[in-house]
């Protein structure tokens, strides 16, 4: 490296090179100067975002479609505070990200200067490490210090706050020391007894079920989920991050459970005598009324996260470390045929299940989300990354759009963020140049992150944009509908606009899908369409509610197939 003085903004640039970063999303302002100047000739594309939010949800789209770090530079003040649902959305769903905000000047500091903000303070309930570089000497370590902690352990996002003379301090070279962090060993290391003991459980079971989450697509633990189910024929369920770790349209696969799942997983789960869990943190989601779920069953929990261990369902074994890893071990255990668990009479009482409890809708009259999203698959054969906003759509975009390989689906679980569809999608696109991908989003949720068509049309990404069009926020109508003596409030999304105008508006080409009839051949030529991004606005029925459904806080046994005969008590949780 040359020894002539350059600024510790360059020398950032620097790290994020080392560190193999391809791109930075962003949006400048005062504050970070410094850093965008130092990008300029640089080998680092930087991505123009019209929101600071927009610019964290592409990153962690990227993140998620890659398995790689994504990287966002924004300003002080509005600019860094902008990302905090962006921060929230990473943490929740385990996504690594390494977001570098500009700071005022030092000597500023707590003298409320224009665009302060305490943004470490602001940001540390929803980070997984956040700092504050007061010194330039610092910033080469903290810079890889925060690499390794966002993508370590159970992966998160780690903010970077960099005061103004701190990026333009001269720093005449990489100072290159390592770093120590005492309080922080994130460990791979399995404890084989508890494997042993998981092992002795599983023999002993009839009735096993295999619960995959995110943690195991985190892992890179598919291939040996699907031998481990194989080995031992034992039915997959997945939670809704967790799509893609076993493909869903396997034998073994019974889809999603949970509030939304299908009725034949949440009903192997009521019957199971065994969970065997790896990768899934319980969420509230799946679990429903926490002193019922499981009650037949033995539980085994595999989790690189200690604090996940126990904390929502006790559990019989608890097995803290890598999923991958874990279940490598545990198939080790079965390669005598005569110590695996007889699974045929479970198998087979599954498939009456399945037969009794099937995803269905009405395919007559009125356009249904369904129908969209089923013909949406059988065309292209699940070969597709898809991203999701939140609500109704998500849901049926979740039973319908069957996914076979992990990182080919990207939605926001725990924080539930609205407007995620879109920027994920640019995101994921960048990751994975020349695959198919569509962002399936409600028209609530779009308009929330819809100014990021300009970045998509800027840089011609030619992802699909499907609009699950229903006038309504349907999720939340579907709540007032159902619990609420149908007393709508706030959910009426008139005024929205023309969605196909709008997307001739950015230069985009836009579809539009009224009839059942023409679902088919307008997705076709959607999908054949190459130039740039695209809309697809499918104005479906206003009414339809997504079944089934657990109410939250009930039991798994409490689950509605279809539309309920009696009024319903209020739910005890959220949405």
């Avoid at 869903?248 to 034949?264: I, N, P, V």
């Avoid at 261990?309 to 006790?314: I, R, T």
């Avoid at 009405?362 to 939140?390: C, M, P, S």
């Avoid at 929330?448 to 349907?474: D, F, H, Q, W």
């Amino acid at each position: 490296m040359s020894t002539q003085v350059r600024t510790a903004a360059d020398v950032l640039i620097d790290i994020l090179i080392e560190q193999g970063v391809e791109y930075i999303f962003g949006h400048p302002g005062g504050a970070a100067i410094p850093i965008y100047d130092a990008l300029v000739g640089r080998p680092i594309q930087l991505v123009l975002t019209r929101h600071e939010q927009g610019a964290t949800h592409m990153a962690d789209g990227y993140a998620r479609a890659s398995g790689k770090t994504g990287v966002v530079l924004v300003t002080s003040g509005p600019g860094a505070t902008n990302t905090v649902t962006g921060l929230l959305t990473a943490l929740m769903d385990s996504v690594p990200l390494v977001v570098i905000t500009g700071q005022t000047n030092t000597r500023n500091l707590g003298l409320d200067a224009f665009q302060e903000a305490d943004v470490s303070g602001i940001t540390y309930p929803v980070v997984k490490h956040s700092y504050l570089v007061k010194n330039p000497l610092d910033l080469p370590r903290i810079v890889r210090e925060a690499f390794y902690i966002a993508s370590s352990g159970r992966p998160g996002p780690v903010l970077i706050d960099i005061p103004k003379d701190v990026s333009s301090a001269a720093l005449v070279r990489d100072t290159r020391e390592s770093f120590h962090l005492p309080g922080y060993n994130p460990t791979n290391h399995i404890d084989t007894n508890s494997v042993r003991e998981a092992a002795d459980l599983i023999r002993q079971s009839r009735q096993p079920v295999l619960l995959v989450g995110h943690g195991a697509i985190i892992a890179n633990a598919s291939e040996n989920l699907r031998k481990f189910a194989e080995l031992l024929r034992v039915p997959v369920v997945n939670t809704l991050l967790g799509k893609g770790a076993f493909p869903e349209s396997h034998e073994l696969s019974l889809g999603m459970l949970g509030m939304h799942g299908t009725g034949y997983a949440n009903k192997a789960m009521v019957e199971t005598d065994l969970i065997i869990n790896f990768g899934s943190r319980f969420d509230d989601r799946i679990v429903g009324n926490y002193a019922t779920f499981g009650k037949r069953a033995k539980k085994i929990h595999c989790d690189i996260d200690a604090a996940e261990l126990n904390k929502v369902v006790p559990v019989d074994v608890a097995i803290n470390g890598d999923a991958a890893e874990g279940l490598r071990l545990l198939i080790e255990h079965f390669q005598d045929p005569g110590k695996r668990p007889d699974t045929g009479p479970w198998l087979r009482q599954i498939k009456r299940w399945r037969r009794e409890m099937p995803l269905k809708y009405k395919k007559e009259g009125k356009l249904r989300a369904q129908h969209v999203l089923d013909e949406f698959y059988k065309l292209t054969q699940g070969r597709a990354i898809v991203t999701t906003d939140v609500g109704q759509h998500q849901m049926w975009a979740a039973q319908f759009l069957l996914t076979e390989n992990p990182r080919d689906w990207i939605s926001s679980g725990g924080a539930g963020t609205m407007g995620f569809g879109l920027p994920s999608a640019i995101g994921a696109q960048l990751a994975r140049p020349g695959e198919l991908v569509v962002a399936v989003v409600g028209d609530g949720g779009f308009q929330m992150t819809m100014s990021e068509l300009a970045t998509a049309c800027v840089l011609k990404i030619p992802i699909k944009i499907l609009i699950i069009n229903n006038r309504y926020l349907g999720m939340v109508r579907q709540w007032q509908n159902l619990f609420y003596e149908d007393r709508l409030s706030g959910v009426d999304l008139e005024g929205s606009p023309d969605f196909v105008k709008l997307a001739e508006a950015y230069g985009m080409k836009g579809f539009r899908i009224r009839r059942p009839a023409d679902v088919r051949r307008i997705l076709q030529s959607a999908l054949e369409y190459h130039e740039g991004p695209c809309i697809i606005d499918a104005e479906v029925e206003k009414h339809d509610n997504v079944f089934p459904m657990i109410p939250a806080g009930a039991s798994l046994e409490q689950i509605l197939l279809g539309p309920p005969r009696k009024k319903m008590d209020k739910p005890t949780g959220s949405t």
